[in-house]
């Protein structure tokens, strides 16, 4: 079993900044692809970031050049860094573990275990 703890989120405006952490209780986590998700009210959840255990990235269309996924194995911590953030992408984001091969990138379909999310809220 792996539990998923994320932490960061808040409340910023346009043109600010947040850092998700998102820790997980496992050793394996160092194998682990991880992705961070987002779902607005009313929408489907869909991928943002996501990060291969051997250190390839996956970037949705809408977050390229502003998010940054990142990975600390020593910590079992991954990061979301948000730069310029937008009104749109006021959401709950989740953090994820596929702990099968290969990496599922931001197909949600293929993470066996997530957290509990936190809010990221972006006023304009």
């Known amino acids: 079993q792996v539990q998923l703890v994320e932490s960061g989120g808040g409340s910023v405006q346009a043109g600010g900044s947040l850092r998700l952490s998102c820790v997980a209780t496992r050793a394996t986590y160092s194998s682990a692809c991880m992705g961070w998700f987002r779902q607005a009210p009313g929408k489907e959840r869909e991928g943002v970031a996501a990060t291969a255990s051997g250190g390839i990235t996956y970037y949705a269309d809408s977050v390229k050049g502003r998010f940054t996924i990142s990975r600390d194995n020593a910590k079992n911590t991954v990061y979301l860094q948000m730069n310029i953030l937008k009104p749109e992408d006021t959401a709950m984001y989740y953090c994820?573990?596929?702990?099968?091969?290969?990496?599922?990138?931001?197909?949600?379909?293929?993470?066996?275990?997530w957290g509990q999310g936190t809010q990221v809220t972006v006023s304009s």
């Open positions: 994820a573990a596929d702990l099968t091969y290969p990496c599922s990138a931001l197909n949600q379909y293929g993470y066996n275990y």
